[in-house]
T-cell receptor, first 114, second 112 residues
Framework: DSGVTQTPKHLITATGQRVTLRCSPR?????VYWYQQSLDQGLQFLIQ???????AKGNILERFSAQQFPDLHSELNLSSLELGDSALYFC?????????????FGPGTRLTVT | QKEVEQDPGPLSVPEGAIVSLNCTYS??????FMWYRQYSRKGPELLMY????GNKEDGRFTAQVDKSSKYISLFIRDSQPSDSATYLC????????????FGKGTKLSVIP
């Protein structure tokens, strides 16, 4: 158990809908990262937050947004969902601020868009 | 050229074999090197990380980094069926950027 929690575990929704994925980092970790994993693309970095502020952006679509709250939990919002958004979404956390910046991953949310 | 190249496999070995997993990279700014293990439908689990060139051992696992060749390896001794998983290498740039760059992973099967 990495100490990172994600809810829900599974999500099935229809095209055009909007969903919110939630992540709680390990105790004491200030950085939260979101990743998308699909069979053909591997693990794709979406976005990072550090202590409430956006730190880095990766291959995140404009239809997706995220935020980190004062209690350090984070939410990833996916809107106008398309079939191609079906994937595993992982949250990871790290202490941040000092190397080696190793990240600890949550169990993931499996999103199915029908 | 991709920043990190990793052979996707699949790699199938008999129980007890020594397994060698490898990644090459192109960005000389990478300083920290990590290996993650991911079981099917689970989150990646951090196995090991190394900083400089050389070897680091942890039980049956040895991580090796050759910065001059931009090549990293993970060796698994006395492989077990429970080692069957996808192994991902990851690399961290210099301080100031927390973003990891991942390889696509190598799928390993250890046959009893």
């Amino acid at each position: 158990d990495s100490g990172v929690t994600q809810t829900p575990k599974h999500l099935i929704t229809a095209t055009g809908q909007r969903v919110t994925l939630r992540c709680s980092p390990r105790s004491g970790d200030l950085s939260v990262y979101w990743y998308q994993q699909s069979l053909d693309q591997g693990l794709q970095f979406l976005i990072q937050y550090y202590n409430g502020e956006e730190r880095a952006k990766g291959n995140i679509l404009e239809r997706f947004s995220a935020q980190q709250f004062p209690d350090l939990h984070s939410e990833l919002n996916l809107s106008s969902l398309e079939l191609g958004d079906s994937a595993l979404y992982f949250c990871a956390s790290s202490a941040g601020g000092a190397p080696p910046y190793e990240q600890y991953f949550g169990p993931g949310t499996r999103l199915t868009v029908t | 050229q991709k920043e990190v190249e990793q052979d996707p496999g699949p790699l199938s070995v008999p129980e007890g074999a020594i397994v060698s997993l490898n990644c090459t990279y192109s960005n000389s700014a990478f300083q920290y090197f990590m290996w993650y293990r991911q079981y099917s439908r689970k989150g990646p689990e951090l196995l090991m990380y190394t900083y400089s060139s050389g070897n680091k051992e942890d039980g049956r696992f040895t991580a090796q980094v050759d910065k001059s060749s931009k090549y990293i390896s993970l060796f698994i001794r006395d492989s077990q069926p429970s080692d069957s998983a996808t192994y991902l290498c990851a690399m961290s740039p210099p301080p100031g950027s927390y973003q990891l760059t991942f390889g696509k992973g190598t799928k390993l099967s250890v046959i009893p």
